[in-house]
């Protein structure tokens, strides 16, 4: 095998190893980093009034009449029925983990994992929870399969540089 046929084979298995490295991180450390815990005391309450609510994709954004909106993963949501029949002027309490005295602007919608009317849950802790939960499953076995396809990728250039797998002749016409 020529020195050049030899570097390429390098250069393409350390950059395997890399993405097989980037890959793992992005599907398994990338979700703890800054992983919340949903609890009561690591959150914090609020009560608004109920302007209008919106569907994207996958997420609700609630309106407020303070000109907050709020987002959440229609996952989330355990009570579709009660949700759907929140009327304007409704006093709704909510759950996010930011605090919004701290909120110096209005611009973008809050995540918020709890919210509740005077009769009814509609989003419980539990539930954003176990949301999340299965985002970052979906996550760590999409980064598991292109680690996979990278692995694979590694391996025939290992046996390229070690002469197992024979080089492709170039056909003379």
Not at 42 to 50: G, I, L, P, Q, S
Not at 74 to 102: C, H, M, P, Q, W
Not at 115 to 122: N, R, V
């Amino acid at each position: 095998m020529k020195k050049t046929s030899k570097k390429k084979y390098i250069v393409i298995l350390v950059l395997c190893l890399l993405l097989i490295a980037i890959s793992l991180f992005i599907g398994y450390g990338v979700p703890r980093i800054g992983k919340q815990s949903y609890t009561e005391d690591k959150t914090y309450e609020y009560t608004a009034t109920f302007k209008s609510k919106e569907k994207h994709n996958e997420s609700y954004i609630v309106y407020l009449n303070n000109n907050f909106s709020l987002i959440f993963n229609s996952a989330s949501v355990i009570n579709e029925t009660r949700f759907n029949n929140l009327k304007y002027g409704e006093k709704i309490t909510f759950r996010s983990v930011f605090n919004f005295d701290k909120l110096n602007h209005k611009e973008y919608p809050v995540d918020i994992v709890s919210l509740k009317t005077e009769d009814a849950e509609i989003i419980t802790l539990e539930s954003s929870k176990n949301t999340v939960t299965q985002g970052e499953i979906e996550i760590a076995v999409t980064a598991t399969v292109f680690s996979i396809f990278f692995l694979i990728g590694g391996i025939v250039c290992v046996l390229y540089l070690f002469g197992v797998l024979p080089k492709k002749k170039k056909l003379n016409n």
